[in-house]
Antibody, heavy 121, light 109 residues
Framework: EVQLVQSGAEVKKPGESLKISCQGSGYSFTSYWIGWVRQMPGKGLEWMGIIYPGDSDTRYSPSFQGQVTISADKSISTAYLQWSSLKALDTAMYYC??????????????WGQGTLVTVSS | QTVVTQEPSLTVSPGGTVTLTCASSTGAVTSGYYPNWFQQKPGQAPRALIYSTNNKHSWTPARFSGSLLGGKAALTLSGVQPEDEAEYYCLLYYGGAVVFGGGTKMTVL
């Protein structure tokens, strides 16, 4: 059974750093991309970026380039999303999702349960 | 900045049929944008419904179908059930960039 399990909720202060995780199981972790998606309170889904754990190829959405860092450790089938200095506007639910990219198809199928990040002084 | 536009809200009666659309600010949506569709209920993670325009996942109910319609990607629900009340999002691929639509809140009434 394919599963993406995300780390638990976090409460942080502005200026603090944070790294959240997404662990995949039930499939070949290095054969699929992992994407990160932000959902601010009461708002829609926003694409942040993706990483291919097989070779750590990483692509960022322009809105998030320089604001976050996406990484992966294929030895433990885990992808990460990190901030060096959080802001109150980073308060949101963050989801990871599995993505298959091939010549003739793009499939976003399995999603993690989400990690709620709250940034407040 | 590419914008993907969906109907903000739609209301449908149980048993009815409804079509949600997904338009691109760059022009007509084609199969090369690989439209994906997702359903999200309050307090839940999104759930994938359709990929690459019209392909269903193994868990997607038969009443959901995807297509291209009038230069847009479309999601059609035939025989709507009360449990289909949710927010629906489309996703389009722009040769390396990915953009979500703003979502359609579908009410079953």
């Amino acid at each position: 059974e394919v599963q993406l399990v995300q780390s638990g909720a976090e409460v942080k202060k502005p200026g603090e750093s944070l790294k959240i995780s997404c662990q995949g199981s039930g499939y070949s972790f290095t054969s699929y991309w992992i994407g990160w998606v932000r959902q601010m309170p009461g708002k829609g889904l926003e694409w942040m970026g993706i990483i291919y754990p097989g070779d750590s190829d990483t692509r960022y959405s322009p809105s998030f380039q320089g604001q976050v860092t996406i990484s992966a450790d294929k030895s433990i089938s885990t992808a990460y999303l990190q901030w060096s200095s959080l802001k109150a506007l980073d308060t949101a639910m963050y989801y990871c999702a599995r993505i298959l990219v091939e010549m003739t198809t793009i499939v976003v199928d399995y999603w993690g349960q989400g990690t709620l990040v709250t940034v407040s002084s | 900045q590419t914008v993907v536009t969906q109907e903000p809200s739609l209301t449908v009666s149980p048993g009815g049929t409804v079509t949600l659309t997904c338009a691109s600010s760059t022009g007509a949506v084609t199969s090369g944008y690989y439209p994906n569709w997702f359903q999200q209920k309050p307090g839940q993670a999104p759930r994938a419904l359709i990929y690459s325009t019209n392909n269903k996942h193994s868990w997607t109910p038969a009443r959901f179908s995807g297509s291209l319609l009038g230069g847009k990607a479309a999601l059609t629900l035939s025989g709507v059930q009360p449990e289909d009340e949710a927010e629906y999002y489309c996703l389009l691929y722009y040769g390396g960039a990915v953009v979500f639509g703003g979502g359609t809140k579908m009410t079953v009434l």
